[in-house]
């Protein structure tokens, strides 16, 4: 009886053990390899090759601990090389994952339901596939604004959902209706410079010509504050600005607008300092062929 209690024992022991085993096995080493094959790839790709996030099984393999944490991880990577210049030549590559990436993410949250920012970095893929598919461009935007909505019953005062949920539903057409959740923001902290930045940018959405000088106000605080502005679009609507206060002679708000352009446009840059020059020396615009941009 003694050595069948003994053959019990030993074999519930190592039972156990084998489990325990197993189970430490899946809470930390599995998600360690996991994390690592995802951030190697990740290494790889800025470096050129994608291949490795491409066939990316291993990593998403399994719902662990770790899953939506690297399954928002993977998003938010791919939204930051798509908006940084310095990935242009990968950016072909690295964008057709996006499709993978939502879908990764969608599923994680039937895991965990209370990430804000997972269903912001959801939001903000569906509205690059909007952009990267203009046919479907309303389908996405609604999956957009319902993922930023999502976000913001878990985080009500978010400023970046705030932002991208202000641009989305600008971009389909209801511009009056984000210039007014971002004056709201921004009586809300009046200090805060990316409110400005797209307050003044929704405004020059709205109507090129007739919100100029507020745009101009809120555009150029936002920048004296610190911001980093996207770059293709301040470029464009400086551009713009300069031909509408050319041809005002308006030379204070001509100034302003080559001295930004003056800072971010590099290509021109010394052609815009050569006619602050002017105005130094000459106080009044120099005679100038100014193109209209398209």
């Keep these: 009886m003694n ?33 690592r094959s995802f951030f190697v790839g990740f290494k790889k790709a800025i ?4 291949s490795i996030l491409r066939n990316n099984t291993f990593a998403f393999a399994n719902m662990t601990y770790v899953q939506p944490e690297l399954r928002y991880q993977f998003m938010d ?10 990935y242009a030549k990968e950016r072909e590559e690295l964008v057709s994952l996006l499709p993978i990436a939502i879908d990764k993410l969608s599923k994680s949250f039937s895991y965990e339901k209370n990430y804000a920012a997972h269903f ?3 939001g903000r893929g569906y509205d690059l596939m909007a952009d990267l598919d203009p046919l479907r461009s309303k389908e996405f935007h609604g999956q957009a604004v319902l993922q930023f909505k999502k976000s913001l019953e878990i985080y009500p005062d978010n400023q970046r959902t705030l932002y ?34 797209y307050l003044g940018t929704l405004l020059y959405m709205k109507d090129n010509f007739a919100n100029s000088d507020t745009a101009l ?26 031909v509408y206060y050319y041809a005002k002679q308006d030379i204070s708000r001509f100034k302003i607008v080559v001295e930004k352009l003056s800072r971010y446009d590099n290509d021109q840059s010394l052609v815009y300092k050569k006619i602050l020059s002017y105005i130094a020396e000459h106080n009044a615009l120099p005679v100038i062929n100014l193109k209209k941009p398209e």
């Design 164 to 197: 991208a949920y202000a641009i989305t539903i600008a971009n389909e057409g209801d511009v009056d209706g984000a210039i007014a959740m971002m004056q709201k923001i921004l009586a809300r902290d009046p200090r805060i410079p990316e409110s400005h930045y």
């Design 47 to 50: 470096n050129g090759d994608a």
């Design 77 to 86: 990577y791919l939204l930051n090389f798509y908006s940084d210049d310095k």
């Design 217 to 242: 106000e809120h555009i150029t605080y936002s920048l004296d504050h610190g911001i980093e502005p996207a770059l293709s679009l301040t470029k464009k609507i400086f551009e713009k600005m300069l």
């Design 120 to 122: 912001l970095a959801l």
């Design 3 to 35: 050595n069948g209690n003994k053959i019990i024992t030993t074999i519930f022991f190592s039972a156990s053990a084998v489990f325990l085993g197993i189970a430490f096995f899946a809470w930390t080493v599995f998600p360690y390899l996991q994390m």
